[in-house]
């Protein structure tokens, strides 16, 4: 059977970080790590040069001139 300590961390330098539980020594845990998702959007536009970058890629496929076709069967 077992009991559940549950506790939020923040990772911190270099993807460490220290669990502290007020257990005896040579108690068998069991440790799962459950990471919050971040949202990629937010990710991919959090500098001003991904952003920039990311309209100008935008900017350039609104323009279909610039397309380039081909025929698969060829």
């Not at 005896?24 to 919050?36: C, D, Q, R």
């Not at 949202?39 to 040069?49: I, M, P, Q």
């Amino acid at each position: 059977m077992f009991s559940t300590i549950r506790k939020n961390y923040v990772v911190g330098k270099e993807g460490k970080f220290e669990v502290q539980a007020e257990l005896p020594e040579g108690t068998k845990i069991e440790v799962i790590i459950l990471v919050e998702e971040q949202d990629e959007t937010n990710y991919l536009l959090s500098t001003e040069a991904n952003h920039k970058h990311l309209l100008n890629a935008i900017e350039e496929l609104e323009k279909t001139e610039n397309y380039i076709y081909s025929d698969p069967k060829s």
